[in-house]
């Protein structure tokens, strides 16, 4: 059995899409909040914590709604295509009303922006889970593995054209002295690759085609569910595989509870701490992001040794280091430097062994008419961690020090590795024996 490498690549340009978005958003908003509209970073925290109190109802809604829909474009390619089309007119708006206010400020248009804020990121709620749902949708469970890979690596393109972009067309030598950056060039680039992926994506994929012949394929093979089913029909999980279950979404939350609170403010940290500009800690983000990108081919290698656990758990103690080394770094140099580059490579290298292996794990403890909920469950535990650590990680570094920063994350990185000590369940044996088998045959 051979991942199709050709429909995963394709059935990627969602998350693609999704990743380009929030790269942007992460980097983006919290500084139009707070040198456009000179909100303090406590609020501007609790802000751009919305997404995830929106993403703690939504996600597992939307996830769970999809997975009950059936219409003639398929449960997931609705929800993608109307989430899409909403969220490229909204978040155009965002950066008219920044440019607005900063002419001419108003309450007026800081409520409008807080409000179209607020509607796009509902919009781009109702999405996420069916996008990401979609993979195993159409993926048999062994394979999984390998086509979260494809789906990260598409996700980290995403990321990674939206970066060079913002590398190239706003460095340090353009915004520095300016009283006011207009970035509305970044959001009509992001709206084009949205568009772009999704066309593509309904164009080539015809999910209840595909969906269909997953599940004739998955009925041949009822070892693969770890769920069985009550004498009314109902998944039940057994108590064990509840308990890893418990366990792998407590990881979860408490490895995004440290690495999304620098994703949210690092742009932010650079400034104030290095003195240095969007460019320079986009520079840094693109190095991470590329970091990611090699390092899959390696994290298969060692996948397929010691499995996916155990290549999380490496993941982790990479991540910490890391964090410890940024700690030193940015607070001994006051320029970016090829050892910082290095670090953030190896943290793109971390976090890649952490992300390709932790969705699949938790859609390994269902079966395929539940993915939509199960991925819900991933994405609240992720998000109900990102609820938090913007609006805490904020209030430490306006209050305390700026350098708080990655000690904070460090260390809430570093308990992810006690609570992954007690799954026992979700790692596919025949997956981790072959890894990602360095992507041969990508053209079958």
Known sequence: MKLNYKRTFLVGLAFLSICAFWQMYDNIVPLILTNTFHLDETISG?????????????????GALSDRSSTRIGRRMPFVLFGTGCAIIL????????????????????????????????????????????????????????GNAIINLMGALGGIIYL??????????????????DYQLLFIVVASIMFVAVALLFIFIKEPKLYAENQELEAQHPEWNLAKEDTSGHEVL????????????????????????????????????????????????????????????????????IGRK???????????????????????FHEINIVMFIVFALVGLAWGAINVNSLPMVVEMCKSSDIGKFTGYYYTAS?????????????LMSHIDYKVLFPYSAVFVGLSFLTMCFVRHGDSKAEAKKGLEAYEDMDD
């Not at 999405?127 to 749902?133: D, E, G, K, L, N």
């Not at 690495?259 to 400034?271: G, M, R």
């Not at 998000?383 to 209030?395: D, E, K, N, R, S």
Request: charge should be positive.
């Open 46 to 62: 609790a802000i751009m914590a919305a997404d995830n109190v929106l993403a703690l109802f939504l996600l597992p809604f939307f």
């Open 164 to 181: 060079g972009v913002a590398a190239v067309t706003y460095p340090k030598a353009k915004t520095e002295g300016l009283v006011h950056v």
């Open 310 to 332: 155990k290549t999380i758990m490496a993941g982790i103690i990479l991540l910490v280091a890391c964090l410890v080394a940024g700690f030193f770094l940015t607070t001994t």
């Open 383 to 395: 998000m109900a961690a990102q609820v938090a650590t913007p609006i805490l990680a904020g209030f």
């Open 91 to 146: 978040m155009n708006i965002l950066p008219f009303l920044d440019n607005s206010y900063a002419a001419e400020p108003s309450a007026f248009k800081l409520i409008s922006f807080i409000v179209v804020l607020g509607l796009l990121l509902v919009a781009m709620g109702t999405y996420r889970s069916p996008a990401v749902a979609l993979m195993p949708d159409v993926t048999p469970k062994p394979l999984r593995s390998k």
């Open 238 to 305: 057994p108590a064990p595989v509840k308990r890893s279950l418990a366990f792998l979404l407590a990881s979860i939350s408490l490895w995004f509870i440290g690495y999304n609170a620098i994703s949210t403010w690092f742009t932010k940290y650079v400034d104030q701490v290095m003195g240095q500009g969007l460019g320079g800690a986009s520079t840094c983000l693109l190095i991470g992001t590329a970091g990611a990108i090699v390092s899959y081919i390696p994290i298969g290698i060692i996948a397929s040794k």
